[in-house]
């Protein structure tokens, strides 16, 4: 079982200094798409002293747009994650990539950093049925396979590892 952050209730996070404020305006909302469809708007909070999750720039090899390190520190028996989303500089300050993709990126990356692993979910742009889930392994961009908001199923699978569950 994945240790998640900052478990329960709420999640901290904050910015590395290398992320511009439109950047982080796009991982705010991407934030903000898990937390309203959780019906826990005040989900992740703004916190420079512990942060749970620190968002930063990198230059990610590849076609790689984004990447989760979860980082697992134990102290006399209490153990506690923290997560790293490294947001791809190239990408993020492509002007070409529309914020919905961008914001896409996020919401798989903040996805991980909540638990979750890769859906199984379809990457078939013809199919859209499938292609509701963040966790896709590949998000397609431009297309509707790169949605910027989580289903049902994944927001559900975080408020179970979050002990937020109504059953
Ligand atoms: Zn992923």
Not at 132 to 142: E, Y
Request: charged share 25%; hydrophobic share 35%; proline share 6%.
């Amino acid at each position: 079982m994945t240790l998640a952050i900052n478990t329960p209730s709420t999640v901290t996070y904050a910015f590395d200094s290398s992320v511009p404020e439109k950047v982080q305006k796009i991982a705010r909302r991407a934030m903000a798409g898990w937390a309203s469809k959780m019906d826990h708007p005040r989900f992740f909070q703004l916190s420079n002293e512990e942060p749970g999750i620190t968002f930063t720039m990198a230059d990610l090899p590849g076609r790689r747009v984004g990447e989760m390190r979860l980082t697992q520190e134990c102290r006399d028996a209490i153990c506690a994650a923290t997560a790293e989303i490294r947001l791809d500089n190239l990408t993020f300050r492509d002007p070409h990539v529309s914020k919905k993709d961008k914001m896409a990126t996020a919401a798989h990356e903040v996805g991980h950093a909540l638990g979750l692993d890769h859906s199984s979910g379809g990457i078939n742009p013809n199919n859209p049925g499938k292609c509701n889930d963040v966790m896709k392994k590949i998000l397609m961009f431009g297309t509707s396979c790169s949605p910027s908001t989580p289903s049902q199923g994944e927001v559900d699978a975080v408020k179970h590892v979050y002990g937020l569950s109504d059953t």
